[in-house]
């Protein structure tokens, strides 16, 4: 059965319907990337998944005993986050917080799941630091960490290379493949279409027309055409 | 200076001065980092001048114990302020702007029409800028103050770890299975809880420098959330304790001269960060 099956899915933003009719269904392991022009309803897609918003029609089912807990998400970084006082091992240990309900302070339990994930990201070392001071970088696979703590399952991510070098947005996007290669499924949304056509198994193209499929099926189809022949020219069209 | 300090302290009401004084300072300055973070400084000022509004109305019913009718105006209207946080249509700060400015003019209107008071402008004066009752307090003023200071360092304490997940990343909280609007509501009603003690203190013109100043000054200086939340605090209680002895030695106005041993607190915390 699928993780997640999206059902005729509609969604508005500011009274304006950005999406209509949407179905797709991502299963365990996958790697699915949501491509599509500016203010075509990414993120409010992924924040429908995740339970921020509700939708205006249509549903969404979560199978394979998937549990609201067990999601983990890497939002775009926030204007209060900038200047946030707080070390590295603070906020990775922070996505702990929803498999520990009601209790109210971190177990030995919790601290060893931050610390092997703050190993895996490779940020043990700089655990003391101030999330301010880090780099653009940093700062993701501190965020990258803080989601892991909160899954083992499914992680939701948000352009997770906007604003980052180009070294960097490759480590990062290695990373979730490498992630991705671990059993963990992955959604993430993209500007980047090289980039999603080279890592992920699925492309879900939202806008004026909808496309969902394999990568394969989506090279081959009108969309996956049009930016072959233009290199993105379909994003900048 | 000393003799003089030691003879002030046999009085009682220079004891409970302290005692609040230092409470109250001591709770306000632990909220403060979650409301500058989440970019509500001015949420002090705001529930405070409705605070104010309270109060007129309970003058005009002539009740002895006004805490009955400002208490849950206080605190349904920060229920109302932090629950829209950033979805709302009317954004943070002028939603604070909206309520405090309305509260302000309606008090004064309503204490001016009603009043029985033989000196307004007196009463009025020392609701916006601290009186002298920090130094009339009452017995069961101190005890109900302390009841509801320790409650709140106590909840603060257990609540410390959500707080700052909701703080750090609301959105992130809530898409992991953090009930997020339950924390915001309890926040808020502290913070009420919290302004309408301090208001006894510094008056409502000057509670947002109790909330704003000592978490300021720690976020120059610490760089991880717990030093910030403890050294405010610390901050604050030295403040606090400093400015009630000094107004008492040099017989300036108490709430003010706190606020000036914060904001030189904090101005010597900015020095230090420069280096």
Known sequence: M?????KNLSLAYDQLTVIEDLNFSVSSGDYLCIV????????????????????????????????????????????????????????????????????????AEEKALAEENMKRLDILDIQNRCYRDLSGGQQQRVLLARALCATQKLLLLDEPVSGLDPRVTSEMYNLI??????????????????MAVKYASHILHIGSHIFFGTRDAYLKSESGKAFAAGEGGLINA | MLDKLAMYM??????????????????????????????????????????????????????????????????ISAILLLRTGQNAKLKGDAAIAVISVSALAFGYLIMN????SSNLSGDICSTLFGSTSILTLTKSEVWLCTVLSVAVV???IFLYNKIFAVTFDENFAKATGTNADTYNLLIAIIIAVIIVLAMNLVGSLLISALVIFPALSAMRVFKSFKMVTIFSAVFSVVCAFTGIVISILAGTPVGSTIVAAMAIVFVICSLLEKE
């Open chain 1, 2 to 6: 699928a993780l997640i099956t999206v």
């Open chain 1, 36 to 107: 599509g022009e500016n203010g075509s309803g990414k993120t409010t897609l992924m924040k429908t998944l995740l339970g921020l918003r509700k939708p205006s029609s249509g549903s969404i089912g979560f199978g394979d005993g998937l549990k609201k807990n067990e999601i983990g998400y890497l939002p775009q970084q926030t204007v209060v986050q900038k200047d946030f006082p707080a070390s590295v091992r603070e906020i990775v240990l922070s996505g702990c917080q929803g498999r520990m309900g009601m209790s109210p302070f971190y177990k």
């Open chain 1, 177 to 194: 493949a490498d992630l991705n290669r671990e059993g963990i499924t992955v959604i993430m949304i993209s500007h980047d279409i090289t």
């Open chain 2, 10 to 75: 046999q009085y009682p009401f220079v004891r409970y001065a302290l005692i609040v004084g230092v409470l109250i300072a001591l709770c306000s300055s632990l909220l403060g980092v979650t409301l500058v973070l989440k970019r509500f400084s001015f949420i002090g000022d705001g529930l405070s001048h409705v605070a104010f509004g309270g109060i007129a109305i309970a003058s005009v019913f002539d009740l002895t114990n006004n805490m009955i009718i400002v208490l849950p105006i206080t605190v």
């Open chain 2, 113 to 116: 029409i009603f009043s029985t």
């Open chain 2, 154 to 156: 106590v909840l603060f």
